[in-house]
């Protein structure tokens, strides 16, 4: 049961144009979102965050957007830049009770961005 | 500038050996845990701990077992290892989320990675 989908296993962009990767979720109880980014042979490195009480949360390059109603959160780069490309994973977390802060990944999506 | 380190990136063994990879953060974080990566799978949660002797089963904890006798270190090991256990797996730690640790203000909710130790089971 996949709590988290990234539909989209690659996306290729121009250098210079917007990047939008798109995340689903079912788990309701998800109250908080993470974008890692990852580069081949390195570990995940988180990206950007958005807590379920906000709709949208930048940082330079990078904006992400929650739609609660829809459970469907996206992450926009612009500009994009050769040095994005990497495969991007959302990560939702239930941040209270017993949770211990454990994510539930997708299955993350390989964006290319062309010079 | 926290630091997640991993034994080995890359290993080789052999079906049925008995396989240890070991992870080691130096941020005094509670949490720590350990996935697996997949091509198309993403990364799944194979077990976590969020505290020394503590350990919470993951989404594919079979034929996987963990150890934390100390705080900085988390132990994974495979009994026996299977071909169907080859893969990239992936260390990380991260400190509680504030309503288990009442520590305002911290940021809980990055986990931080270690490099990654890429398994060859042959």
């Known amino acids: 049961d996949q709590q988290v989908k990234q539909n989209s296993p690659s996306l290729s962009v121009q250098e210079g144009r917007i990047s939008i990767l798109n995340c689903d979720y079912t788990?309701?109880?998800?109250?908080?979102f993470l974008w890692y980014k990852k580069y081949p042979a390195e570990g995940p490195t988180f990206l950007i965050s958005i807590s379920s009480i906000k709709d949208k949360n930048e940082d330079g390059r990078f904006t992400v957007f929650l739609n609660k109603s829809a459970k469907h959160l996206s992450l926009h780069i612009v500009p994009s830049q050769p040095g994005d490309s990497a495969v991007y994973f959302c990560?939702?977390?239930?941040?209270?009770?017993?949770?211990?802060?454990?994510?539930?990944f997708g299955q993350g999506t390989i964006l290319t961005v062309h010079p | 500038d926290v630091k997640v380190t991993q034994s080995s990136r890359y290993l080789v063994k052999r079906t049925g050996e008995k396989v240890f990879l070991e992870c080691v953060q130096d941020m005094d974080h509670e949490n720590m845990f350990w996935y697996r990566q997949d091509p198309g799978l993403g990364l799944r949660l194979i077990y976590f701990?969020?505290?020394?002797?503590?350990?919470e089963k993951g989404d594919i904890p079979e034929g996987y077992s963990v150890s934390r006798e100390k705080k900085e270190r988390f132990s994974l090991i495979l009994e026996s290892a299977s071909t169907n256990q080859t893969s990239m797996y992936l260390c990380?730690?991260?400190?509680?989320?504030?309503?288990?640790?009442?520590?305002?203000?911290?940021?809980?909710?990055?986990?931080?990675f270690g490099p990654g130790t890429r398994l060859t089971v042959l």
């Open positions: 990560a939702a977390m239930a941040a209270g009770g017993t949770s211990y802060g454990k994510l539930t």
């Open positions: 990380a730690s991260s400190f509680p989320p504030p309503a288990t640790s009442g520590r305002a203000g911290v940021s809980y909710n990055e986990q931080f």
């Open positions: 788990n309701s109880m998800f109250d908080y």
């Open positions: 701990s969020y505290d020394v002797k503590m350990k």
